[in-house]
């Protein structure tokens, strides 16, 4: 049975690209891939990777012992740079050029596939430029980047470009419920298309109650006096702190949503008749002050301040963005 995964790449605009170099035989020798959702650029990575070697007339089938060699990482032709968690650098640039000159075993082409371009150093794409430049004939490299500002411009202009788009909340949710992720209904909901970010959110097992907590925000918080223990429970999440305050904007947005009829665009599904009963609290001035409020709470985290003081001060201002724009 094909996978999710392999259905959401036969739709989107990376295959039709690579689909329409196959057929008319015109194969560029390098693709950059480029897109916010890093997950989703390795994986189209690896099924384009399917699509060229798979030589079925439904390429890529996911069923022939290519495919499946590639599915499961054993491809001898298929290399990907760099090791997991490191850095793109002169040495993985250096592999690559010797690679090169080695022709593939069991396939008609070699794939590179180099993930997370953006963090390559300036002197391993210079070391790349020549091999991309005066490509062998049997190579394809697979390059994927989630801000392709990063990439030298010499290594851009030799690039066939693909742009990486978002994946379907309905996609998403088949894709979890395939791999058996309990509530992929709620995960599905609060991952808005991207599939990083679902993977992330289904293997941390807080996430609900994450999700939970920001709810009671917008429904329990109303005076002063429950600061302290708001803020003792943010604490407890201070590995995700950064989701937090996602799920925080997410509530607020889907408040304004629903104020105005929109209740097909929110996020939080699973919690919509919560949220229809706290309605008349807020008013959008008021949710765009507590917004606000959330993104400085952020820029604060990012610039390293105390978490305990960023928490309190958020709290503090959500409550008094709740006072002050009281109509
Ligand atoms: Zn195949």
New binding site residues.
């Given amino acids: 049975m094909k996978s999710v995964l392999n259905n959401i790449y036969k739709s989107s605009f990376a295959y039709t690209i690579i689909n329409k170099d196959i057929q008319n035989n015109m194969l560029n020798h390098a693709y950059l891939l480029s897109g916010d959702d890093d997950a989703l650029n390795k994986f189209f990575c690896v099924e384009i990777a399917?699509h060229i070697l798979?030589?079925?007339d439904d390429?890529?089938?996911?069923?022939?012992v290519?495919?499946k060699k590639i599915s499961h990482s054993n491809c001898v032709d298929i290399k990907i740079h760099p090791e997991k968690n490191k850095n793109f650098v002169v040495e993985d640039a250096n592999a690559i050029v010797d690679d090169c000159l080695i022709k593939p075993y069991e396939n008609e082409k070699k794939i590179y596939i180099i993930n997370n371009f953006e963090n390559a150093t300036i002197q391993a794409q210079n070391k790349l430029l020549k091999t991309i430049e005066e490509p062998n004939g049997c190579v394809v490299f697979l390059i994927n980047t989630k801000n392709s500002n990063k990439v030298l411009n010499t290594i851009l202009s030799r690039c066939k470009k693909i742009f990486v788009g978002n994946v379907s909340k309905e996609n998403i949710n088949l894709f979890l419920k395939e791999k058996n992720i309990d509530k992929a209904d709620v995960i599905s909901n609060i991952s808005v298309g991207n599939l990083t970010k679902a993977i992330e959110l289904s293997e941390n097992e807080e996430i609900f109650k994450i999700n939970e907590l920001a709810i009671s925000v917008f429904e329990s918080l109303i005076n002063s006096s429950q600061v302290l223990e708001y803020s003792y429970k943010f604490i407890s999440f201070s590995a995700h702190i950064q989701t937090l305050l996602e799920n925080l904007i997410n509530v607020a947005y889907d408040i304004a949503m629903l104020k105005n009829g929109k209740q097909n665009t929110i996020i939080n599904k699973h919690a919509q008749k919560r949220l229809e009963n706290i309605l008349n609290i807020y008013n959008i001035k008021m949710l765009n002050k507590i917004v606000e409020q959330i993104n400085e709470a952020n820029l604060k985290l990012q610039s390293n301040c105390n978490i305990q003081s960023v928490v309190d001060s958020l709290l503090m201002n959500i409550l008094e963005a709740k006072y002050k724009c009281k109509q």
């Fill in positions: 399917k798979c030589g079925n390429a890529p089938c996911d069923e022939c290519t495919c």
